[in-house]
């Protein structure tokens, strides 16, 4: 850990980044740079746009095309993959009039560099992914030419967009607009070819890290909030101003005006990472609530950053987004939207989840680019599992856990230090579409509707399971030397279990085949406690069974009533063991994984036996409290992204 550690601060020492948007020296490739200049219309909700990008081809094959993703054009009509993969999974969102659909229209696509060709006629939409022929989101574009290993393009483009009532936290209400994924973005040239997938229901993105150089025009005093910082304004004859905002090695750029906000500022220090400047607008009407956007926010710096890995920024803009606009709870480089339709007394700690949540997305996904198409457990699991760690470590135990559990029986009192890892990590989400899609399928193929259980909560409860198994120092290690690593790359799924490994110091491969290649759920459980007077002995027998598919080694605490206990561990393999012991005393109480090792265990009600009678009504009873407390869990959560 130290030595992980020493590199980190090393390498966050000399990156220097001030609040320029400048990060010397380069972080990231840099090899997909847009100069962007637009204007926005609020009075008909048209965005004008133009972008030189310059674009490096840092892989081993030649690129003959290029590929933008388009993203707005998903909600141009209902004959979208979007929009019918919406409809698929019941996911609603659908009726709109018509004024309140998207679209962008590439006017003009040119090729600068090496050659000039203007090649705006042979650009056409493609659909990679399912042949949806109706869907405009992939716009590929032929070159005419190859753009070999090691060079270079430079492309013009130029486009007008319409702004639509908010999709998936993207649009306007009012005059509220918040503007993301907004301009032809490319896609990542691989070894493989082009990765530019359709915008999908259940998915969000994927880009190269470069240079945002964006020169946005909007009416004279409504203020933006932007990826980057402002480096210059100039107001204009027609009472609009043009924002200079720059960002140096960041993989995408959104941003917000509104006329209505109220800007806050204040600063994280701390003692080894780099000091950050937090900049948050806010709606009027919660001009209260400032100190709980900038408290959540210093969390997050402060414990990612201990754990994984500094954030290299210096600034971030926290954006509470307008009532009912849609937009809360959402990341972006080096900005994100707070969840202020969840804001609630204090003391409830879930509106400071959405903010520690989303800020904490700057690190993964963020800093780590892991492609959200194909792989979004990669940065949604583990955000999840560390927004509830983070959370953790300053909010509990927090009014959730305290208004059902207090004052219950004695040993629930010890499950109230795991509601972390339960209710944080959502289990019941997890138990009951724990079937719907093994892991490993890419996120874009998950049914729509319960990909997220998937996605967010089976990650983060298989890495809280790690955290138990394994210990918190070894999975902090794993996941800070992951950070480390791959930090302004792309890494796949298999470079992540190589380091597991690596760090664990244990091939972890047979635990990623269940957790990851599989949709077979664990679930074990006591079948049978006897315990019998034979002759001046206890003759007590304990069958533990494997009720699921996966397998897991746990053990097995046995208590008998003079206090003494037996402890096995079974390698959980087969799918039944007796365990037998002749002793003074009789057999009181068989617990399986009494520590909750695996919380994956999609039935804990199972785990234990008692010989009193009352045991079963006993179970009962706390098996309909336990679920009405995850059902609760499961509304304060389920909305978060
Ligand atoms: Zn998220």
Known sequence: MVCVWALLVASAA????????????????????????????????????????????????????????????????DKSTFMRESALGGLADRSRSPGEWSRIDVTSVRLREPFDVDVTSSQRFIAPDDGNMQDRTVLLVPLGQSIEPGGAATIDVAWTAHVPRTFARTGAIGNFFFIAQWFPKLGVLQDTGWNCHQFHAGTEFFSDYGVYDVSLTVPSGWPIGATGVERGRRDNADRTTTHRYYQEDVHDFAWTTSP????????????????????????PEHAAQAGRHFDATRTTLR???????????GHITI????????????????????????????????????????AGHQF????????????????????????????????????????????????????????????????????????????????????????GSITYNKTALWLNTMERWLGWPTLQRILAAHFSRWKFKHPKPADFFLTASELAGRDLTGFFDQVYRSSNVFDYGVQDLKSVREADQYHTTVIVRRFGEAIFPVDLLVTFKDGSRATEHWDGNDRWKAYTYDRPSQALQA???????????????????????????????????????????????????
């Not at 994100?336 to 959405?354: D, H, I, Q, Y």
């Open 14 to 77: 000399s990156a220097q980044p001030g609040t320029t948007g400048v990060v010397e020296p380069a972080l990231s490739p840099r090899n997909a740079n847009y100069t962007i200049i637009a204007a926005l219309d609020p009075a008909t909700r048209t965005i004008t746009g133009t972008e030189r990008i310059l674009w490096r081809n840092i892989t081993t094959i030649p690129a003959t095309t290029l590929q933008f993703h388009v993203y707005w054009n998903a909600w141009r009509d």
């Open 260 to 283: 209505d906000y109220l800007e806050r500022t204040a600063r994280f220090e701390h003692p080894t990472l780099p000091g950050v400047d937090m900049r948050l607008l806010l709606q």
């Open 303 to 313: 414990y990612y950053g201990e754990w994984y890995g500094p954030y290299p920024y």
């Open 319 to 358: 954006v509470d987004p307008a009532w009912q606009s849609g937009a809360g709870g959402m990341e972006y480089p080096t900005l994100f939207t707070a969840g202020s339709r969840w804001l609630a007394p204090a003391g409830v700690t879930t509106p400071e989840g959405v903010t520690v949540h989303e």
């Open 364 to 451: 993964w996904y963020g800093i780590v680019g892991n492609n959200e198409f194909e792989d979004a457990w990669m940065d949604e699991g583990f955000n999840t599992f560390s927004t509830a760690r983070a959370i953790a470590q300053v909010y509990d135990p927090n009014y959730l856990a305290v208004r059902y559990f207090g004052g219950f029986i004695p040993w629930v009192f010890k499950d109230v230090v795991i509601s972390r890892e339960t209710d944080g990590n959502r289990l019941a989400g997890y138990r009951r579409d724990a079937r719907s899609d093994a892991q490993s399928t890419p996120t874009f193929e998950y049914f729509p509707s319960t990909g």
């Open 591 to 641: 617990v399986v994984d009494p520590d909750r090792v695996l919380l994956l265990d999609v039935n804990a009600t199972n785990n234990s036996r008692t010989v009193a009678p009352q045991g079963p009504r006993a179970a009962t009873k706390w098996a309909s409290k336990w679920m009405v407390w995850f059902e609760d869990c499961l509304l304060s959560w389920a909305a978060l992204v």
